[in-house]
């Protein structure tokens, strides 16, 4: 899990999940989340269609952005204002890799 971000005010943000470095063969499910603050929760925005698994290098982004159409890892909704990537193991291989983000205007 990602620490929480503060959305500065963009409508969107893409989030880039790269795998560099596979044992066997590893399973792990992105998804970005955000906070409501009315229930003091977090709330699944957007999930991966289908978990990384494949062999390294491989990149998987994943899309919030209102004018865009919704699709394969890509949600037709704004970037909320306090939000976070979870990364969820579906088995104990081990896999290596790193998160980038780039808000959209």
Known sequence: TSDSKQNPGYRGVLVTLVA???????????????WDSNTDTWY????AAAPVTTA???TLQ???????AAGT?????NCPR????VVA??????ITYGIGAEYLP
Do not use: C, F, Q, Y
Not at 73 to 77: E, I, M, R
Not at 89 to 94: Q, T
């Open 20 to 34: 560099t470095a596979l044992a066997a063969t590893p399973s792990i499910t992105p998804r970005i989340e955000g």
């Open 44 to 47: 699944t925005v957007l999930t």
């Open 56 to 58: 390294a290098p491989t």
């Open 62 to 68: 994943l899309r919030l952005h209102p004018d865009t």
């Open 73 to 77: 890892n890509v949600a037709n909704v």
């Open 82 to 85: 306090t939000w976070r990537v």
């Open 89 to 94: 193991a579906g088995d104990s291989d081990s």
